[in-house]
């Protein structure tokens, strides 16, 4: 048996890694600027995140979710508590489509209404509701249910407000940055002026923070950048259990739950709780939501200064640096012949850095020197 060939692949193969870097076989070490899409957010083998993981499995890794299981209560009280949602509800699942599609499930239950609008540019996972509210019809197959959706223009809250005002909308999904799309911020006030749409008209606000969450961007969530937003349902994924499948919806408290209404096999597991708590744990430690602030502001100012660089988008260690030429050659010479993993994004001249929160500025500053050269490369003009 074959496997199916759905994944354009580099010619690497990482056997282990530690902190910010993976090797090969042949014990190559590669500096990893992408985490694998975001997910690796404390580095990988943390010392931490390895023995809280082994100790939980020489405990008990499984059992359903029909038992008590006070790792999963311990997971949302220090969550809560960290993110500074202490009053919101949390459901378990396993992958950051399954949070999108369990939130826009709640909105519908909540709202009885079936309508859903989001944001030209947006990425939301690739199952059925998700993939039917994220803007790339190739990845749409004619099951997926798109009858019922509408996009909105990036930061057009004029065009958000004739919608709601004329249907019956369940909810408005948006990510709190644009991530597949390019790296793209809402505009300041949007994000204000969407929650009061929502507000007026009974709809249910969204903030899908898989990719920009857990202190990615500087803030435990991308959205507290505007201050006093709180959305309805917030999703959550990738860096929240450091590579072990994970998701979650953060669950206000006007929402109702009954026996039955969700459920999961393998969501909030005793060995994925572990993981999530050992993220969480290291996050506090080492201060990392605010070194990720530092980090990505020095990046910013030393990524604008350089010839062929046209914007950088984003915040802390979430960046898009848009370029004047394609950024999949340049992706491949990075690799290549300096041995660096990076992005791609929707947009072919946006390259995407997603390093883990834990990144040094001496393995930026290596990123940065050989960013130089390939730009500067004959061959990539």
């Known amino acids: 048996m074959n496997l199916f060939d759905v994944y354009p692949l580099f010619d690497v193969e990482p056997v282990r890694a530690k902190g910010c870097y993976v090797y090969d076989a042949q014990g190559t070490a590669y500096l990893d600027l992408y985490g694998g899409h975001a997910v690796i957010s404390i580095g990988h083998s943390h010392p931490h995140y390895v023995a809280r993981l082994t100790e939980q499995l020489n405990r008990i890794g499984f059992y359903s979710n029909s038992v008590q299981n006070r790792l999963q209560r311990e997971l949302a009280e220090k969550l809560g508590q960290l993110s500074g949602y202490p009053d919101y509800q949390l459901f378990l699942i396993n992958s950051g489509a399954e949070a999108i599609e369990n939130a826009l499930k709640l909105a519908s239950f909540h709202t009885r209404r079936k309508k859903i609008a989001f944001l030209e540019g947006a990425f939301h996972g690739r199952t059925s509701a998700a993939v039917a509210v994220t803007d790339n019809p190739r990845i749409q197959a004619p099951v997926n249910p798109v009858d019922h959706v509408s996009r909105v223009g990036f930061n057009d809250l004029a065009q ?9 909308y369940a909810a408005v999904v948006i990510e709190g940055i644009q991530g597949v799309g390019g790296i793209h911020v809402p505009a300041p006030g949007f994000l204000k002026g969407v929650r009061s749409l929502c507000d007026a008209t009974g709809t249910v606000m ?3 923070e898989i990719q920009s969450g857990y202190g ?8 507290q950048a505007t201050p006093d937003l709180r959305p ?3 999703t959550v994924a990738k860096g929240m259990a450091n590579g072990f499948p994970m998701g979650g919806v953060l669950i206000g408290p006007q929402f109702q739950a009954w026996p039955g ?10 060995l994925a709780c572990a ?3 050992a993220v969480l744990d290291v996050i506090e430690q080492e201060d990392l939501i605010a070194h990720a602030a530092r980090m990505g502001d020095w990046m910013k100012e030393a990524l604008a200064g350089l010839p062929g660089v046209t914007e950088v988008r984003g ?11 394609p950024a999949g050659p340049l992706r491949k010479a ?10 791609s994004a929707a947009d072919p001249h946006t390259l995407r850095l997603l390093p883990p929160l834990t990144v040094t500025q001496e393995a930026l500053t290596r990123f940065l020197e050989a960013f130089r050269s390939v730009l500067a490369a004959p061959a990539a003009g």
């Open 216 to 223: 990615r961007s500087g803030h435990f969530f991308a959205h």
């Open 160 to 168: 958000l407000e004739s919608l709601l005002d004329t249907e019956a």
């Open 206 to 208: 969204i903030l899908d």
């Open 261 to 270: 209404m969700l459920g999961t096999t393998f969501g909030g597991n005793h």
């Open 275 to 277: 993981a999530g708590l």
């Open 315 to 325: 915040a802390g260690l979430m960046l898009g640096v848009q370029l004047a030429q």
């Open 232 to 234: 309805d349902l917030i």
């Open 334 to 343: 990075l690799l290549a012949e300096h041995h660096i993993f990076t992005g």
